[in-house]
Each structure stands twice: as C-alpha cells, then as structure tokens.
C-alpha cells in the first residue's frame, strides 16, 4: 500500500497571466489531499473526497486522462492500481483540487512501486497530470501543490525550469476562500483567454502588462506585511480579471460582500468562471466577519492563513 498528500493552493496574483510567463503569487492553504495506492489487477478509483456537488463527477473524464498521462510519464505499461482519494481538502473549482489529487496520487504510485520520486520528479508528474485539467496549465498549481509555502512563480516559456522562490511574510494572515458553488472547468476558462487574446491582442496585452507591474508591487508589499497595499492591489487584480471575462456573477457577488464587510482586498482565485474568490481579512475579528456575512447568503467558506 502507497499513501502520498497533496497541499490545496489559493492565488493571490496572477492567475491566467502565469499561462504566458508573467509573474504569479500562491499559496498552500494547509489543507491536503491524501491519496493511498494499492497493486491490483485493473485500474480502480474510491473518490470520497468532500465538496461542491457534482464536482468529482464532471471531473472524471479528466481525471482519466490525468491518470494515463501518469503512467506514461512514469514508463508504467501495467496500470492496474486501486486509488483511493479523501483527506481534508474540499473539493471545489479553485483552491487546486485537481492538482493536489495530481500530486497525492503520484507520491501514492511511487510509493507503492518503489520508485523512489523526489519532490522534483513528484513536481513534473503532476504538471504532465494537469495537462489533462488545465489544457495548457502554467505549472503554479502543481508546484504548490507538491511544495508547499508562499511561492512566487514564473514559468518558463523556453520549457526548462520555472523560477520558483519562497515569500516570507512578517507573519501569517487570515484569508477567506468563498465558494460560488458553481462548478467550473479550467480547460474552457484557460482556452478562452488564448482566444479572445488572439481577437484583441492590442486590449489583452494592455491588460497582461498592468498585472505583471501588480504581481511586482504586491510581492514587495506582502513582504513587509503591508496588508492595506497587498488588498488595494487584489482589487485591481479582479478588475484585469474581470477585464478578461474570467469572473461570474456569484463570484462578483462574493467580492462585493468581502468589501462590504471590511475585507482590505477581494478577487477571483483560479481559473474563474465559477469556483472561488478570495478575501483578505488580517485578524480573527474581521476574518469571521467576512465568512459569516458570506455564509449568510448561503455560500460555502474556507477560512484559512496564508504565509503560515
Ligand atoms: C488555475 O488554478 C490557474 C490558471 O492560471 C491555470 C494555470 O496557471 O495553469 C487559470
């Protein structure tokens, strides 16, 4: 028996902009994953991880191909295994669910088969295994998702390594995650950037240069624990994404009931289009604020701290 974790993520900065090399900002969100992998005669998969409904199902097409996309990276021909997937991240559009799946399973598979995968190797699998997620994924989910921690990451458009640097923040900070409840599909959402940047390069590249100067800004910001600027900056990240069609009703609703209740900064998280927004909210007080006044419209929340 093989047993492997992977970390949920939440962006700060970035998301869609880091598909094209421009700088992003995640963090784990100490929640994980777990996967356990056992030798059988077929491929079986037990998925009781908890979530949005519906969202394990919509996925399992996907999830097969991430699965074959594994086993041929790993040079694998017998693809008998039994997963069996659970652990405390909720399942939902968003906070990386499919790359800490990616991620766990893969530590799982190692395991069981003694293959004796650094993190590293961990790293790529699951990057290969999002592919079938993400279409063309800029690798930020994976790499928190096997590393953990506050990351800066940039991917690089020549295919070697990406640049990956740890943030450290004067202390940990309290965010809220809320859940639109809808269930999205990051293949689409990544697809349509690429195409409605492809009709309005002069309109998307506008936009992709102010979001590469915010990514900058909030790095040295969330360095010096400047949670005001770090919020400001969050506010004008969800207007770039607004700008490039990746938010969605419920979420601009999340967003606004965030701001409403005190929340220093508020922005879609992820691919958009439905999953999560998040909130800053530095402090128990105004953290529990948030979530509660989101709750009370009936939306689900994660109430979390990044740089932990
Ligand atoms: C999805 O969590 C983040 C995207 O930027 C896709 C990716 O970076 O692979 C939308």
Request: glycine content about 14%; hydrophobic content about 40%; some cysteine.
């Amino acid at each position: 028996m093989g047993k492997g974790s992977g970390y949920g993520k939440v962006i700060l900065f970035g998301e869609h902009f880091v598909v094209y090399g421009l700088p992003g900002i995640a963090s784990a969100v100490g929640l994980a994953t777990d996967a356990v992998v056992t030798k059988s005669g077929a491929l079986s998969v037990k998925d009781e991880r908890k979530g949005t409904e519906g969202y394990s199902g919509s996925k399992r097409e996907q999830q097969r191909e991430s699965f074959e996309r594994m086993f041929d990276m790993m040079g694998l021909k017998e693809k008998g295994v039994d997963i069996w997937l659970g652990g405390e991240l909720p399942v939902m559009s968003g906070i990386g669910a499919s790359a800490a799946s990616s991620v766990a399973i893969a530590r799982a598979v190692s395991d069981e088969l003694k293959l004796g995968y650094d993190d590293a190797k961990i790293n790529s699998v699951a990057y290969e295994m999002e592919k079938a997620f993400a279409g063309n994924p800029s690798g930020i989910d994976n790499t928190v998702a096997t590393y953990g921690g506050l990351i800066w990451f940039k991917k690089n458009m020549a295919g070697g390594q990406n640049d990956m640097e740890k943030i450290r923040v004067p202390k940990p900070v309290e965010i809220v995650m809320g859940n639109s409840g809808v269930v999205a599909d990051t293949k689409a959402m990544v697809a349509g950037v690429a195409e409605r940047r492809k009709q309005q390069p002069e309109e998307y590249d506008a936009v992709f240069k102010k979001a590469e100067a915010l990514a900058v800004k909030a790095r040295a910001a969330l360095e010096k624990g400047d949670y005001k600027t770090v919020g400001a900056l969050m506010d004008e990240n969800h207007s770039l994404l607004q700008q490039i069609k990746v938010s969605g009703e419920k979420l601009d609703e999340l967003v606004a009931i965030a701001k409403q209740n005190g929340a220093f900064g508020a922005k879609v998280t992820g691919g958009g289009g439905g999953g999560c927004m998040v909130a800053l909210t530095p402090g128990k007080e105004l953290q529990e604020r948030v979530a509660s006044a989101m709750e009370a419209k009936g939306f689900q929340v994660l109430r979390t701290r990044i740089g932990v």
